[in-house]
């Protein structure tokens, strides 16, 4: 059974660099996008980007792609999420998810993180 | 691209049957079988009961169905449990370099 835990820092500051991490249990990065999605207090989802183990290929939300850079650690199977420059809009619940398409496009987000909240204030 | 469209709120009694829609564009849902549903509840990361259109993954139970019709995709909960009290979430493929959309998310309440 494959199961998604992801930590990293809670609490920043206005122009400060956010961290997060997925490690994945029970599975491999192999064949599936590794994707960050958040969702601000009492808002809904939004997909941040993706990185797909296949050649490390990624693909970001145009209006963070900027300031977002997704990783893969294969030795350690985890996967990473930075996003820098930090504004009070960034205060969200972010959820590490995997992404599986059968090998053809379009894929659905069957795995899920327990989700961390990031709150930034000065 | 813009968030699909779904309505803030549905409820029904228990065993009654309720319709979610979640409204898109040419752009997304009426161009792609890559329609996804994801149940939320309370303070839990989201799960998902339905992909490509109308299929369920292993586990959710069958009055859970999908359907879609133009750029508009359904979510259909027959047979209304308490348990299915939740925030109800679609999401489509897109054309655009923005490749996931979320729809704005269905309270739905059991009355």
């Known amino acids: 059974q494959v199961q998604l835990q992801q930590w990293g820092a809670g609490l920043l500051k206005p122009s400060e660099t956010l961290s997060l991490t997925c490690n994945v249990h029970?599975?491999?990065?192999?064949?599936?996008?590794w994707t960050w999605i958040r969702q601000p207090p009492g808002g809904g989802l939004e997909w941040i980007g993706e990185?797909?183990?296949?050649?490390?290929?990624?693909n970001y939300n145009p209006s963070l792609k900027s300031r977002v850079i997704i990783s893969l650690d294969m030795f350690n199977n985890q996967f990473s999420l930075k996003l820098t420059s930090v504004t009070a809009a960034d205060t969200a619940v972010y959820y590490c998810?995997?992404?599986?398409?059968?090998?053809?496009?379009?894929?659905?987000?069957?795995?899920w993180g327990q989700g961390t909240l990031v709150t930034v204030s000065s | 691209q813009s968030a699909l469209t779904q309505p803030p709120s549905v409820s029904g009694s228990p065993r009654q049957s309720v319709t979610i829609s979640c409204t898109g564009s040419?752009?997304?849902?009426?161009?792609?079988?890559?329609v996804s549903w994801y149940q939320q509840a309370p303070g839990t990361a989201p799960k998902l009961i339905i992909y490509?259109?109308?299929k369920r993954p292993s586990g959710v139970p069958d009055r859970f169905s999908g359907s879609k019709s133009g750029n508009t995709a359904s979510l259909t909960i027959s047979g209304l449990q308490a348990e299915d009290e939740a925030d109800y979430y679609c999401?489509?493929?897109?054309?655009?370099?923005?490749?996931?959309?979320f729809g704005t998310g269905t309270k739905v309440t059991v009355l």
């Open positions: 998810a995997r992404g599986d398409d059968f090998g053809d496009y379009g894929a659905h987000f069957d795995y």
């Open positions: 029970g599975g491999s990065l192999s064949d599936y996008y």
């Open positions: 990185i797909y183990r296949g050649g490390g290929s990624t």
């Open positions: 040419s752009s997304n849902i009426g161009i792609y079988n890559r």
């Open positions: 490509e259109v109308s």
């Open positions: 999401s489509s493929y897109t054309s655009s370099s923005i490749l996931y959309v």
